[in-house]
């Protein structure tokens, strides 16, 4: 079981930035494949990034440019960097984990973090 924290949402203005975190608790990230997915109210939820354990990274076209996963083992927390933010970011980024990159990319991962909120508005 990967228990996770997750931290560094909030409100920016459009073309703001923010660096959402997701920290395990118990087992390392490093064993798994990680990403983030995010779900607006009235939208479907949506893949935004995925990194697999062997280091190759997949984006949502929406994001691609804009933001970029990554993990720090030595922390065992996996960050979003999310730069030029656009008010349709609006959303909550829930973390997720699983053996296979494969079920990242799918959104049915077997590990989830509590979602955390980013609000993109002036």
């Known amino acids: 079981q990967v228990q996770s924290v997750e931290s560094g949402g909030g409100l920016v203005q459009p073309g703001g930035s923010l660096r959402p975190s997701c920290a395990a608790s118990e087992r390392t990230f490093s064993n798994y494949a990680v990403g983030w997915l995010r779900h607006a109210p009235g939208k479907e939820r949506e893949f935004v990034a995925g990194l697999a354990w062997a280091g190759s990274t997949y984006y949502a076209n929406s994001v691609k440019g804009r933001f970029a996963i990554y993990r720090d083992n030595a922390k065992n927390t996996v960050y979003l960097q999310m730069n030029s933010l656009k008010p349709e970011d609006t959303a909550v980024y829930y973390c997720?984990?699983?053996?296979?990159?494969?079920?990242?990319?799918?959104?049915?991962?077997?590990?989830w973090g509590q979602g955390t909120q980013v609000t993109v508005s002036s």
């Open positions: 997720n984990a699983d053996e296979k990159i494969a079920n990242v990319r799918a959104m049915t991962p077997n590990y």
